[in-house]
């Protein structure tokens, strides 16, 4: 079993900045990557970034791309995601989650999740 604790959402206006963490501990697998997805209100769950973890790998949504920024402590086993330049479009529950093998988009991929970090950007 793996254990994800997402941590730093919150309330921001917009233009702001926030800076999420997701720290696993548990059974995690020896070649994985750990990833974020949103879901707002009557919507899918959206890929945000991952990293495959072995090889340090990055990568986002087209659509975040120059305002979000996913980066790892390998240490501590934890992940980050920074997010500038806040929209109101942005506000959703924040996920991260952990699969075997190399990052992928695809939320279903994905083994282990968070119980989620709420983010809210008022306009």
């Known amino acids: 079993q793996v254990q994800l604790v997402e941590s730093g959402g919150g309330l921001v206006q917009a233009g702001g900045s926030l800076r999420l963490s997701c720290a696993a501990s548990?059974?995690?697998?020896?070649?994985?990557?750990m990833g974020w997805f949103r879901q707002a209100p009557g919507k899918e769950r959206e890929f945000v970034a991952a990293?495959?973890?072995?090889?340090?790998?990055?990568y986002r949504a087209d659509s975040m791309k120059g305002r979000f920024t996913a980066s790892r402590d390998n240490a501590k086993n934890t992940m980050f995601l920074q997010m500038n330049s806040l929209k109101p479009e942005d506000t959703a529950i924040y996920y991260c989650?952990?699969?075997?093998?190399?990052?992928?988009?695809?939320?279903?991929?994905?083994?282990?999740w968070g119980q989620g970090t709420q983010v809210t950007v008022s306009s």
């Open positions: 548990g059974r995690i697998f020896s070649n994985y990557a």
């Open positions: 990293i495959s973890w072995s090889s340090g790998a990055t």
């Open positions: 989650a952990v699969k075997r093998g190399i990052a992928d988009t695809s939320a279903t991929m994905y083994t282990y």
